[in-house]
């Protein structure tokens, strides 16, 4: 809820008057309606792990198959969306699945200038599912929104996916007309 919030105050200015009022205070109702069960379960005893039971090497090993699994996964969900941007549940899952991969990274040998690409790979994927988020919202809220305000949201939104698409494809990145990509350079 603040995240669409935040990436809709931008957009004040051309959206219906009240509607960021009331989003915030939904927003308002449901943290006070989440507070109870979040206390509880701040309450649950974390499990022990005996740290005698994970070998190094063996942790190792597992850290660097997940590595090849995420890095499999990543590459398959990549080559889906790079043909076509309106793949909107695939370039969330890529963000999941590339959060995942810079997480395990982080555990084991990944480079900083790797994880500073997957870090930018991130930023740029979730600034995409935001507007995507904010979009949606809109397109199937009550309010009447006005055809202007989506299309800002929609050329943002294509502006962070074009963004996306230079940073993992690097410079030699170009959009030709129809939405696809091409690239000179191979895919890492």
Do not use: C
Request: net charge positive; charged share 25%; proline share 4%.
């Amino acid at each position: 809820m603040d995240t669409l919030i935040e990436t809709l105050q931008g957009e004040s200015s051309s959206l219906p008057e009240g509607l960021l009022l009331s989003l915030k205070n939904e927003r308002s109702d449901l943290a006070a309606t989440s507070r109870p069960p979040v206390v509880a379960f701040s309450r649950v005893k974390a499990p022990s792990v005996n740290q005698s039971q994970i070998g190094p090497k063996r942790l190792t090993r597992r850290l660097r198959k997940e590595v090849d699994e995420q890095l499999q996964t990543v590459s398959s969900l990549f080559t889906e969306v790079t043909g076509s941007e309106s793949k909107i549940e695939e370039l969330h899952a890529l963000r999941k699945e590339v959060k995942k991969l810079r997480y395990v990274m982080e555990l084991t040998d990944g480079t900083a200038s790797e994880l500073r690409k997957l870090t930018e790979w991130q930023e740029a994927l979730g600034g995409t599912h935001d507007l995507d988020v904010a979009i949606s919202f809109l397109q199937a809220s009550r309010w009447k929104v006005p055809e202007a305000a989506l299309g800002d949201l929609s050329r943002k939104r294509h502006l962070m996916y074009v963004r996306f698409l230079g940073i993992a494809l690097g410079s030699s990145a170009k959009v030709i007309p129809g939405g696809l990509v091409s690239s000179t350079r191979p895919v890492r």
